[in-house]
């Protein structure tokens, strides 16, 4: 885990002082999602090759050695929990951690990640968006 300030502490110290401006991030997990939703703006632009776990263990430890600023990570994607592996990894060098998924995929027990699932308006709007039966 990043850093060992106190809980309580740091929450002060945000209070205070603002929450500083490299606290909080947001990781690309993945290229690759289960889903084309029509307002989705992520296949529009070219995509990156996806990084293995052993890449982003590397960079996420580079990061630490020098300091490691981030308090809170949102994880995203295309569908993040496509590479679970990735965010199961990289998640215990957060204190914070946020899945932003579409709901189609098992959502893991992970005590340490609170989730987020975009639902689209009513049953009817959503599948119209996202797909059939992806409500």
């Known amino acids: 885990m990043p850093g060992k300030l106190n809980p309580i502490r740091q929450l002060t110290r945000f209070a205070l002082e603002g929450i500083p401006n490299d606290a909080v991030c947001s990781v690309d997990v993945t290229n690759?999602?289960?889903?084309?939703?029509?307002?989705?703006?992520?296949?529009?632009?070219?995509?990156?090759?996806?990084?293995?776990?052993?890449?982003?263990?590397?960079?996420?430890d580079k990061l630490k050695a020098e300091g490691f600023p981030f308090f809170s990570c949102t994880w995203v994607?295309?569908?993040?929990?496509?590479?679970?592996?990735?965010?199961?990894?990289?998640?215990?060098?957060?204190r914070r951690n946020?899945?932003?998924?579409?709901?189609?995929?098992?959502?893991?027990?992970?005590?340490?990640?609170?989730?987020?699932?975009?639902?689209?308006?009513v049953e009817a709007r959503h599948d119209r968006l996202r797909g059939a039966k992806t409500y």
């Open 32 to 60: 690759q999602c289960n889903l084309r939703c029509h307002h989705c703006y992520f296949f529009e632009h070219g995509q990156p090759e996806n990084l293995a776990v052993e890449r982003w263990r590397a960079f996420f």
């Open 98 to 121: 946020m899945v932003v998924t579409n709901g189609t995929i098992r959502i893991p027990d992970w005590p340490h990640v609170n989730f987020k699932v975009w639902v689209d308006g």
């Open 77 to 94: 994607g295309g569908e993040p929990l496509m590479r679970q592996e990735i965010i199961e990894m990289g998640s215990r060098y957060f």
